[in-house]
């Protein structure tokens, strides 16, 4: 079975990807299906550590968020070559030229079927997972799920600290393909930074029938967006207790130890770097189950 990530290619989303392959622990059941949304130097990294270590993804040739899709000229080079073991793949448009090796459907995308009848036998098609799409005569389903349950607000996940993520690993009948969502970054796209009036960190864990959740950790202070390191340690303490209360049963994946570091540092990270570990443990955790199966604690020692 095979995981396929949608990612919208931001640079800590890549950067945790990066880490992962660089560090020896990315599985190559992991393929993922990237949408750039700027030009970026770390794209480029990522397309050539893919290449250098004959890694299998998915590049969108034809994005539809970010600034990407508004340049003809580009900064960096990031169009896939011949050797490049990253793939082509399409949003299914009116205009598409239908050559890539996957097809991603949104609700725009046409559903006549001389439109879906150009869709090679081999390619692979990536569907919302709802029913006017599951009835697509198209090859090769795979179902684009929103595993991750996303708040208006952050202080919000406080109120629910422990939701359901997934089971779409645990079927591999009904999911020949494999299985794809949106990680823990939800479907709804935005690119805007900044302090936050709360910090969250969300990690992902099995429980005992091997259901994947995801448990949140969010800060105190949240009446203001002052102080972004204290909101930070807030979470973290949360964190750690958690997990040294059950290290027996999760993986210390090199995002979490990561994560924990920080609490001996004292050093503030940076939004963007919290969100580069967090997904770094998710797909560090995905991996291992992927690999080892029952025996996923093992993880890469």
């Not at 990407?68 to 000229?73: N, P, R, Y």
């Not at 960096?76 to 050559?99: A, M, R, Y």
Request: proline residues 4%; neutral net charge; hydrophobic residues 35%.
């Amino acid at each position: 079975m095979k995981y396929y990530p949608y990612l919208r290619g931001k640079q800590f989303d890549l950067l945790a990807v990066n880490s992962l392959i660089q560090a020896r622990r990315w599985s190559p059941k992991i393929q993922p299906i990237i949408e750039p949304v700027r030009d970026s130097a770390t794209l480029q990294k990522t397309i050539e550590l893919f290449t250098q270590e004959q890694l299998t993804g998915f590049l969108i040739t034809n994005p539809k968020v970010g600034t990407a899709k508004l340049f003809d000229q580009r900064r960096f080079d990031w169009d896939l070559k011949p050797e490049s073991s990253l793939k082509q793949g399409e949003i299914v448009t009116k205009e598409n030229p239908f050559v890539g090796e996957i097809y991603v459907f949104n609700e725009h995308s046409p559903r006549e079927a001389d439109k879906l009848a150009r869709i090679q036998s081999s390619a692979l098609t990536l569907l919302p997972d709802q029913g006017r799409f599951r009835i697509l005569d198209v090859p090769n389903k795979i179902f684009l799920r929103e595993a991750f349950q996303t708040k208006k607000n952050v202080a919000n996940y406080a109120e629910k600290v422990d939701d359901f993520y997934s089971d779409e690993h645990l079927y591999k009948s009904s999911n020949p393909q494999g299985f794809s969502d949106y990680t823990i970054e939800g479907r709804r796209y935005f690119d805007k930074g900044g302090p936050s009036r709360a910090i969250a960190l969300h990690i992902t864990y099995f429980d005992a029938y091997l259901n994947l959740r995801v448990k949140h950790f969010v800060s105190d202070s949240n009446e203001s967006a002052k102080d972004q390191s204290q909101k930070f340690f807030e979470a973290l303490a949360k964190l750690a207790e958690w997990y040294f209360r059950n290290q027996d049963q999760l993986l210390l994946t090199l995002g979490l130890e990561e994560l924990l570091g920080y609490q001996e540092t004292k050093k503030f990270p940076g939004l963007g770097s919290i969100k580069k570990w967090s997904l770094a443990h998710h797909f560090e955790l995905i991996g291992a189950y992927l690999e080892q199966g029952d025996h996923w604690q093992r993880g890469w020692n």
